[in-house]
C-alpha cells in the first residue's frame, strides 16, 4: 500500500494510505484461488461473499463488485480502510498458509472508491417504521439491511454530524470524513432518514417512539463514557480521556487556527494504553507538534492496535515504553507537570488470557509531561438505562445472540452491548438485528 511520508504526514491530517491502482487492484485480486469452502467469507463479521467480489474485480468490474460487496456491508470505504482483517477475513486466506494472505481489506477500499452512486433519492418505503438510535457502524449497518428489506428507517442521532465513532473517534488520516459522508448519503438514495441534535432519553424517551408509531426500535448508542485509572492527580489540567482529545480534533476541528475550541498547547505528551484508540491519540497529538510517548503496562506482544497502526506511529516519530504502569500524575500549580511510574513485570494470565502485569518493587521513576492522555477503554452511554432493559455490571445492554433486549420491540447491537470493539463487529451486531427486527416483525 502506497502511503504518504512520514516527515510530511506528522504535518497534516490528510489519510495516510493512499490507495491500490486499478492494476495493483486487479493484481492482487487475481491471487485468489476460489476455495470451494470460502474460509475468508468465514472470518467475515458481515459475511461478505469474499471470492465472488474478488472475482469481479480481477474482470475488471468494479461496478458488479460493489454490489456484491453492499449485499452484507453497508459501509464498505469506511471497513475497508479500518476494519482489522488481518485477524478476520484475511487470517483465513488460505493463501496466508504459504505467503502472504490476499489483501481483501485494500481491494474493497479500492472497490468502494471506485464506485460512483448513480441512483437517484429514493422515497422512504411505505413499510413498517423502525427507529434506529445512533449513527454509528451498528446503527448504520441495521438502518441499510432494513431499508433494503422494503421497512422505512428513521435514524436519531444526538450529535450534529452522522457516523458516530467513524467521525468523532477516528482520525481522518485513517479515515477521511468525506468517506463517511458519501456513506451516509448511500443510505440517505437508499430511503433511511436522518435526524440530528436528538437525544433519545432526554428529547424524546423509546417508550415515545413507540407512541409515534414505530414498531421496533434498535440501540446502535455506542460506548462513550471513557474509564479513567483512579489515581492521584488524573483531575488535573492538562488531563484527557482519548475520548476528549479525539471529538475535539476529528468533529470539533480544534487543530485549525480560530477554532471555537482550540486544542491544549502541550510540548510532552503521555498516552496512556494499548489499543487503537492510544495509537490514533498518540498520532494526533503528534500532528499538533508534540513529543509523544505511549506508556503500556505490558509487552509489545501483548499490544492489543493493530501492528499498521502501531508501525505508522513508529514511523512518525511516537515512543513506547512497554511494561511501564502509571501510579501518580504529578501537578505544579494544578497543571500536569509529570507522570510517575512504575514498571511491570508479566505474571499469570487474567480473566483476558493475556499475563497479567505486576508491579516491581522499588523500581518507581518519572516521565517528563504537560499532557496526558487516558486511552483505557470506554463504557456504554448510560442515558438510556431508564427505558428498564437488563443491563451488565459494567452498564452493557444485555440482549440474545440476535440482539433482542429484555423489552419487547427493543433491539441492541454494537458498543452499546459489547463495551468497545471494532467497527466491523458493530455492523455485524446491527446487521443481526437487523434480520431479527425483520423476522419478529413479518
Same mark, same amino acid.
Given at each position: 500500500?502506497?502511503?504518504?511520508?512520514?516527515?510530511?504526514?506528522?504535518?497534516?491530517?490528510?489519510?495516510?494510505?493512499?490507495?491500490?491502482?486499478?492494476?495493483?487492484?486487479?493484481?492482487?485480486?487475481?491471487?485468489?484461488?476460489?476455495?470451494?469452502?470460502?474460509?475468508?467469507?468465514?472470518?467475515?463479521?458481515?459475511? &461478505?461473499?469474499?471470492?465472488?467480489?474478488? @472475482? #469481479?474485480?480481477?474482470? !475488471?468490474?468494479?461496478?458488479?463488485?460493489? $454490489? =456484491? %460487496?453492499? *449485499?452484507?456491508?453497508?459501509?464498505?470505504?469506511?471497513?475497508?480502510?479500518?476494519?482489522?482483517?488481518?485477524?478476520?477475513?484475511?487470517?483465513?486466506?488460505?493463501?496466508?498458509?504459504?505467503?502472504?494472505?490476499?489483501?481483501?481489506?485494500?481491494?474493497?477500499?479500492?472497490?468502494?472508491?471506485?464506485?460512483?452512486?448513480?441512483?437517484?433519492?429514493?422515497?422512504?418505503?411505505?413499510?413498517?417504521?423502525?427507529?434506529?438510535?445512533?449513527?454509528?457502524?451498528?446503527?448504520?449497518?441495521?438502518?441499510?439491511?432494513?431499508?433494503?428489506?422494503?421497512?422505512?428507517?428513521?435514524?436519531?442521532?444526538?450529535?450534529?454530524?452522522?457516523?458516530?465513532?467513524?467521525?468523532?473517534?477516528?482520525?481522518?488520516?485513517?479515515?477521511?470524513?468525506? &468517506?463517511?459522508?458519501?456513506?451516509?448519503? @448511500? #443510505?440517505?438514495?437508499? !430511503?433511511?432518514?436522518?435526524?440530528?441534535? $436528538? =437525544? %433519545?432519553? *432526554?428529547?424524546?424517551?423509546?417508550?415515545?417512539?413507540?407512541?409515534?408509531?414505530?414498531?421496533?426500535?434498535?440501540?446502535?448508542?455506542?460506548?462513550?463514557?471513557?474509564?479513567?485509572?483512579?489515581?492521584?492527580?488524573?483531575?488535573?489540567?492538562?488531563?484527557?480521556?482519548?475520548?476528549?482529545?479525539?471529538?475535539?480534533?476529528?468533529?470539533?476541528?480544534?487543530?485549525?487556527?480560530?477554532?471555537?475550541?482550540?486544542?491544549?498547547?502541550?510540548?510532552?505528551?503521555?498516552?496512556?494504553?494499548?489499543?487503537?484508540?492510544?495509537?490514533?491519540?498518540?498520532?494526533?497529538?503528534?500532528?499538533?507538534?508534540?513529543?509523544?510517548?505511549?506508556?503500556?503496562?505490558?509487552?509489545?506482544?501483548?499490544?492489543?492496535?493493530?501492528?499498521?497502526?502501531?508501525?505508522?506511529?513508529?514511523?512518525?516519530?511516537?515512543?513506547?515504553?512497554?511494561?511501564?504502569?502509571?501510579?501518580?500524575?504529578?501537578?505544579?500549580?494544578?497543571?500536569?507537570?509529570?507522570?510517575?511510574?512504575?514498571?511491570?513485570?508479566?505474571?499469570?494470565?487474567?480473566?483476558?488470557?493475556?499475563?497479567?502485569?505486576?508491579?516491581?518493587?522499588?523500581?518507581?521513576?518519572?516521565?517528563?509531561?504537560?499532557?496526558?492522555?487516558?486511552?483505557?477503554?470506554?463504557?456504554?452511554?448510560?442515558?438510556?438505562?431508564?427505558?428498564?432493559?437488563?443491563?451488565?455490571?459494567?452498564?452493557?445492554?444485555?440482549?440474545?445472540?440476535?440482539?433482542?433486549?429484555?423489552?419487547?420491540?427493543?433491539?441492541?447491537?454494537?458498543?452499546?452491548?459489547?463495551?468497545?470493539?471494532?467497527?466491523?463487529?458493530?455492523?455485524?451486531?446491527?446487521?443481526?438485528?437487523?434480520?431479527?427486527?425483520?423476522?419478529?416483525?413479518?
Amino acid at each position: 500500500m502506497p502511503v504518504q511520508d512520514p516527515s510530511e504526514r506528522i504535518r497534516n491530517f490528510s489519510e495516510v494510505a493512499l490507495g491500490y491502482d486499478e492494476e495493483t487492484a486487479r493484481e492482487e485480486a487475481r491471487r485468489c484461488i476460489r476455495c470451494k469452502a470460502k474460509p475468508c467469507v468465514s472470518g467475515c463479521p458481515v459475511g &461478505v461473499d469474499i471470492p465472488a467480489f474478488l @472475482a #469481479l474485480v480481477a474482470e !475488471g468490474k468494479y461496478e458488479e463488485a460493489y $454490489a =456484491v %460487496i453492499r *449485499r452484507a456491508n453497508a459501509l464498505p470505504a469506511a471497513t475497508g480502510r479500518v476494519c482489522p482483517q488481518e485477524t478476520q477475513c484475511e487470517a483465513k486466506c488460505t493463501r496466508g498458509i504459504r505467503g502472504e494472505p490476499v489483501a481483501i481489506g485494500r481491494i474493497e477500499r479500492f472497490v468502494a472508491d471506485r464506485h460512483r452512486h448513480n441512483a437517484e433519492k429514493k422515497e422512504p418505503p411505505a413499510g413498517k417504521r423502525v427507529a434506529v438510535i445512533g449513527s454509528g457502524p451498528a446503527g448504520l449497518a441495521c438502518a441499510g439491511e432494513l431499508a433494503a428489506r422494503g421497512f422505512r428507517v428513521t435514524v436519531f442521532e444526538a450529535l450534529h454530524l452522522f457516523g458516530g465513532v467513524l467521525v468523532y473517534g477516528i482520525p481522518a488520516f485513517r479515515l477521511p470524513k468525506e &468517506v463517511v459522508r458519501r456513506e451516509v448519503e @448511500a #443510505l440517505r438514495e437508499a !430511503g433511511v432518514e436522518f435526524v440530528c441534535d $436528538a =437525544v %433519545i432519553g *432526554r428529547s424524546l424517551s423509546v417508550e415515545e417512539l413507540f407512541g409515534e408509531g414505530y414498531e421496533a426500535v434498535f440501540l446502535g448508542t455506542g460506548a462513550g463514557l471513557p474509564r479513567f485509572m483512579g489515581i492521584r492527580g488524573e483531575n488535573a489540567v492538562g488531563v484527557f480521556s482519548a475520548n476528549e482529545f479525539l471529538t475535539r480534533i476529528n468533529l470539533m476541528k480544534a487543530y485549525e487556527e480560530g477554532s471555537a475550541t482550540p486544542v491544549y498547547p502541550a510540548r510532552e505528551t503521555i498516552v496512556v494504553g494499548g489499543g487503537n484508540v492510544a495509537m490514533d491519540a498518540a498520532r494526533c497529538a503528534r500532528r499538533l507538534g508534540a513529543r509523544v510517548t505511549v506508556v503500556y503496562r505490558r509487552s509489545e506482544e501483548e499490544l492489543p492496535a493493530r501492528r499498521e497502526e502501531y508501525l505508522h506511529a513508529r514511523e512518525e516519530g511516537i515512543a513506547f515504553r512497554f511494561l511501564t504502569n502509571p501510579v501518580e500524575v504529578l501537578t505544579e500549580e494544578g497543571k500536569v507537570c509529570g507522570l510517575r511510574c512504575t514498571e511491570t513485570e508479566l505474571g499469570e494470565p487474567d480473566a483476558s488470557g493475556r499475563r497479567r502485569p505486576v508491579e516491581k518493587a522499588g523500581s518507581a521513576f518519572t516521565l517528563a509531561a504537560d499532557c496526558v492522555i487516558m486511552a483505557l477503554g470506554t463504557s456504554p452511554n448510560p442515558l438510556l438505562k431508564e427505558a428498564g432493559f437488563q443491563t451488565g455490571k459494567h452498564g452493557e445492554i444485555l440482549t440474545d445472540e440476535e440482539g433482542r433486549t429484555s423489552l419487547r420491540g427493543v433491539y441492541a447491537g454494537g458498543d452499546a452491548v459489547t463495551g468497545s470493539a471494532t467497527v466491523i463487529l458493530a455492523m455485524g451486531a446491527g446487521r443481526r438485528a437487523a434480520m431479527a427486527i425483520a423476522e419478529d416483525l413479518g
